[in-house]
């Protein structure tokens, strides 16, 4: 357990309609990373939140948006959901060590199926 | 932005054989280079990872070099056990906390 919890384990769904994923970092980490997980891209960077504001952007969809509340957990919102979208979505975080940054813990993640 | 390859795609070898997988990067800029290991369904899993400032690691059975110089680094996996069956993932970043960019990965099968 890498102490990362995501929510829900597994979606489905149909085109067209909007879906929220949520993530819990592990204790006292301050940044949150989505990944994208699917057969023809592989794994993915979406982008990282931390403490609450937005670090660094990667291949996310402009109908796809995310955000970092005070409790540091983080939401991902997919709307306007195609085909394509289904896919595995991960969450990782990291945070500080001993005055060093540890590496990124990856949640289970949220199996997403749109049909 | 950084592109990272990884070979081969998949791999078989026997128990107790070694394994080597290789990734190339693209950024210069790159100085942490991180191996994950991801079972069927499963969260992928660091299993080591290297820092620039040193070429080689290791940890038991699994061993990390990198060649700044070159741009690539590769993951060795000594005496190999049929539970080192899974896909294996490099990747790259500027650093610990950012955004790391993954190879395709590697599936690897160990035959007993």
């Known amino acids: 357990d890498s102490g990362v919890t995501q929510t829900p384990k597994h979606l489905i769904t149909a085109t067209g309609q909007r879906v929220t994923l949520r993530c819990s970092p592990r204790s006292g980490d301050l940044s949150v990373y989505w990944y994208q997980q699917s057969l023809d891209q592989g794994l993915q960077f979406l982008i990282q939140y931390y403490n609450g504001e937005e670090r660094a952007k990667g291949n996310i969809l402009e109908r796809f948006s995310a955000q970092q509340f005070p409790d540091l957990h983080s939401e991902l919102n997919l709307s306007s959901l195609e085909l394509g979208d289904s896919a595995l979505y991960f969450c990782?975080?990291?945070?500080?060590?001993?005055?060093?940054?540890?590496?990124?813990?990856f949640g289970p993640g949220t199996r997403l199926t749109v049909l | 932005g950084e592109n990272v390859e990884q070979h081969p795609s998949t791999l078989s070898v026997q128990e107790g054989d070694s394994a080597v997988i290789k990734c190339t990067y693209s950024?210069?800029?790159?100085?942490?280079f991180p191996w994950y290991k991801q079972e069927l369904g499963k969260r992928p899993q660091l299993i080591i990872d290297?820092?620039?400032?040193?070429g080689e690691k290791k940890d038991q059975r699994i061993a990390v070099t990198l060649n700044k110089t070159a741009k690539h680094f590769s993951l060795h996996i000594t005496e190999t056990q049929p539970e080192d069956s899974a896909v294996y993932f490099c990747a790259a970043s500027i650093w610990v906390n950012t955004p790391l960019v993954f190879g395709k990965g590697t599936r690897l099968s160990v035959i007993a």
């Open positions: 290297i820092r620039s400032n040193v």
């Open positions: 990782a975080s990291s945070g500080l060590l001993a005055g060093e940054y540890n590496e990124q813990f």
């Open positions: 950024d210069s800029a790159s100085n942490y």
